[in-house]
């Protein structure tokens, strides 16, 4: 039988297989030496316009919550009266609440290798992850208005500190106040607080006060950020030297530094009082690795805050680097550069406690470790209720290092203080004096992350190249293949390897040939079996 109508489909048959095995074969080389995969998970996963990045940056899928920790007085009267020695603190919460960032007006500046923006953050509340109702539960809370203008009426002449002391009492206001939790963290109104914004509106831009809305509502779109990109690659790839490490901070609203605690441009600054080279939490370097350190910059801090590498730990299938803040991150001594800033006028304050006045309109705030964790020891003194832990208060950042992003295992502790210093012609401030007043403390922490973004590491990871090997290989093996056959097809002698079926015409030909050849065979069985008849008759 007949495999092939011609010779030339046998040859068009062996082109076929050859040439296609060949491509294969080239196509699932160059995917192996290439790596397509890491080249376009470069692309995407650097921030410029149109980028897988660039889109998550915009919008962060993240699901940050703040739990905020109020402190409650509870025996105020007794101890104003002298009737007890300390203050009695009851921790009450978490409320908690929802961080929405999403970043506006973004301009990519090819020029510097910047990006500009304007970051907006909300805040919603979240009741099924709170203890009570904000606008229901009330507590005893530090007059913050009035304790900060009592401490900085001390640095003034006697007649100042007492036309300060006659118009706090003529406005009867107390240095304790009973208010709703909502109320005190998202604003009050004010006696104090409203009389100044009508009188010194250049310097009080706000009629009613709050804690939160101070620390946290950080100008939202009137905040513009400069943000130093990738750095600059040369043709063999390496990066330039002396450039700005990717995603630190160039400046914050124009300045790259913190002018309150005498930032000089000239010098570049320290460590002490610069913005820039600091993070902002949202992204960081695809490169980081166990060696690396980097500070984080939130106006609520009103410094950068050092973050040093803890160890590798694994959430969910998914490795994280965990960075801790140090104990010593609030002290500032004299004769240390990276701290000195942080001293006014030669003073530095207590072990443990720093200084935030300049960044909120010169009130004697204070930010410390939860109930005054790693502080100095006396600060713990004049109340009954704090138990500093570090199983419970310390802080942790984990950057997952494929994504360059934050992820869960991420809690910054922070606690805000009512600092009260020397108080003059004031005797309901009297009691309070040269003490560090606990407002609240958060935490600022970050929740699972979102199916999308977990796949998106897994693929990073091991998926996208597991991925590409598998096509890679198939490629190889299929080629292999093709190009296997078509030398069998060049080889095979008489080019019978292959069956060629018969056209259907020649097949019904040859079926009617058969038929007529059987009726003929037949015809011709009778007419023998008729003449042996016949013979055996005319015997007989």
């Known amino acids: 039988m007949k495999l092939f109508t011609s010779k030339n489909q046998r040859n068009a048959k062996l082109l076929r297989c050859a040439s296609f095995g060949m491509t294969l074969i080239l196509f699932g080389s160059l995917l192996l030496l290439t790596d397509p995969a890491k080249n376009i ?56 609440y929802k961080e929405v960032l999403s970043n506006h007006n973004v301009t990519l500046n090819e020029a510097n290798n910047t990006v500009t923006y304007s970051p907006r953050r909300e805040y919603v509340f979240v009741p099924e992850r709170s203890v009570g109702d904000p606008k229901v539960d009330r507590i005893r809370a530090p007059n913050i208005p009035l304790m900060g203008i009592s401490t900085l009426a001390s640095g003034l002449s006697m007649f100042a500190s007492l036309g300060i002391s006659a118009l706090t009492k003529r406005l009867k206001a107390e240095p304790m106040l009973e208010v709703t ?18 009188f010194v509106p250049s310097l009080i831009d706000f009629s009613s006060f709050g804690i939160m809305e101070k620390l946290f509502r950080e100008g939202n779109e009137s905040t513009v950020v400069n943000m130093n990109l990738l750095e600059p690659k040369d043709k063999q790839g390496v990066k330039l030297p002396n450039v700005p490490r990717a995603y630190t901070l160039n400046s914050v609203n124009y300045e790259r530094g913190f002018k309150r605690w005498e930032y000089d441009d000239a010098t570049n600054g320290t460590q002490c009082n610069r913005i820039w080279g600091g993070h902002d939490a949202t992204l960081f370097p695809l490169d980081m690795n166990e060696q690396d350190m980097f500070y984080i910059y939130r106006r609520t801090f009103c410094r950068r805050l050092p973050m040093r590498f803890n160890r590798t730990a694994m959430y969910d299938g998914m490795n994280g680097f965990e960075f801790v803040m140090e104990p010593n991150v609030f002290d500032s001594e004299l004769h240390n550069s990276n701290s000195s800033c942080f001293c006014k006028n030669n003073r530095c304050l207590k072990q443990g406690v720093g200084n935030v006045s300049p960044c ?20 713990l003194k004049p109340f ?12 942790s950042f984990v950057i997952q290092p494929q994504l360059g992003a934050p992820m869960q295992g991420t809690h910054l502790r922070l606690q805000a203080n009512q600092m009260v210093g020397k108080v003059s012609f004031n005797r309901q401030m009297a009691p309070y004096e040269n003490m560090v007043l606990p407002l609240l403390w958060v935490d600022l922490n970050i ?33 292999l293949y093709q190009l296997g056959v078509g030398i069998l097809l060049c080889l095979w002698p008489g080019g019978s390897f292959f069956k060629v079926d018969q056209p259907a015409s020649t097949k019904s030909a040859a079926m009617r040939k058969a038929s007529l050849v059987a009726a003929l065979q037949q015809e011709e069985q009778q007419l023998l079996f008729q003449n042996e008849q016949k013979s055996k008759l005319a015997m007989a």
């Open 181 to 198: 939790v909502h109320e005190y963290m998202w604003g009050y109104e004010d006696h104090l607080v409203h009389l100044a914004s009508k």
């Open 360 to 379: 909120y309109y010169n009130m004697p705030l204070a930010i410390t470790f939860p109930h005054f964790m790693h502080a100095d020891p006396s600060l």
């Open 447 to 479: 929740d699972t992350l979102c199916l999308e973004l977990r796949l998106l590491i897994h693929g990073i990871n091991w998926g996208f190249q597991l991925l590409q090997w598998s096509v890679a290989l198939s490629m190889l093996m299929v080629g």
């Open 384 to 395: 009954d209720g704090l138990n500093p832990d570090e199983s419970r208060f310390t802080s």
């Open 41 to 96: 998970l470069e692309t995407q996963m650097s921030l410029r316009s149109g980028s897988l990045l660039y889109y998550l940056w915009l919008s962060p899928p993240l699901d940050v919550y703040i739990n905020v920790f109020m402190f409650n007085y509870t025996n105020v009267d007794a101890f104003a009266a002298g009737e007890a020695t300390k203050l009695k603190i009851e921790e009450v919460g978490p409320y908690v």
